[in-house]
T-cell receptor, first 111, second 115 residues
């Protein structure tokens, strides 16, 4: 297993703007997952992108994956105050391996 | 219905005490986990059980002892609590679908404060 490293550590934007956060990892993956954690709550699964996919959409979320660069990005379009949370990426290497996490990107969306 | 539930949500105790955190999932999953999140938001896996059998035991002091009475429950008992044990402890579960994706379902966390 391996953990992803999110960048930036913190991001502050205005409501309506787009938010982009990045994730890098070290070894080959089966898939890469993004999770959101609201303050004082547990992590919630947002989206999963498989290693043979390059882009995936879910509502206002767009995830890209570049396996040659071992990186992924999460774009939140037209952000809202309710998007304020920490976002974690988790590269999954498959088999019986566990999912590990980094320290996340703390996104603050201001009114 | 809450899918993964943990109790208690908050726990404040003195150094040297023993405490337990309980977790239950009603998703029918086979695998359950304990993660520890520190003050910097770093989330570290501690243990994993698959159908009541311990399969992951990360380098955790043996003061921490998980117990899984059945596949829907995973409890965490901590002996001789230390200041450094203060953290938020998350329970999670996953199911081995075909293909297995590793997706986790988390509880709301149990915030432990050791004074």
């Amino acid at each position: 297993s391996q953990q992803g490293e999110e960048d930036p550590q913190a991001l502050s934007i205005q409501e309506g703007e787009n938010a982009t956060m990045n994730c890098s990892y070290k070894t080959s993956i089966n898939n890469l997952q993004w999770y959101r954690q609201n303050s004082g709550r547990g992590l919630v699964h947002l989206i999963l992108i498989r290693s043979n996919e390059r882009e995936k959409h879910s509502g206002r979320l767009r995830v890209t994956l570049d396996t040659s660069k071992k990186s992924s990005s999460l774009l939140i379009t037209a952000s809202r105050a309710a998007d304020t949370a920490s976002y974690f990426c988790a590269p999954f290497t498959g088999g019986g391996n566990k999912l590990t996490f980094g320290t996340g990107t703390q996104l603050k969306v201001e009114l | 219905d809450t899918a993964v539930s943990q109790t208690p949500k908050y726990l404040v105790t003195q150094m040297g005490n023993d405490k337990s955190i309980k977790c239950e999932q009603n998703l029918g999953h086979d695998t359950m986990y304990w993660y520890k999140q520190d003050s910097k938001k770093f989330l570290k896996i501690m243990f994993s059980y698959n159908n009541k059998e311990l399969i992951i035991n990360e380098t955790v002091p043996n003061r921490f002892s998980p117990k899984s009475p059945d596949k829907a429950h995973l409890n965490l008992h901590i002996n001789s609590l230390e200041l450094g044990d203060s953290a938020v402890y998350f329970c999670a579960s996953s199911q081995k679908y075909t293909p297995y994706t590793g997706e986790l379902f988390f509880g709301e966390g149990s915030r432990l404060t050791v004074l």
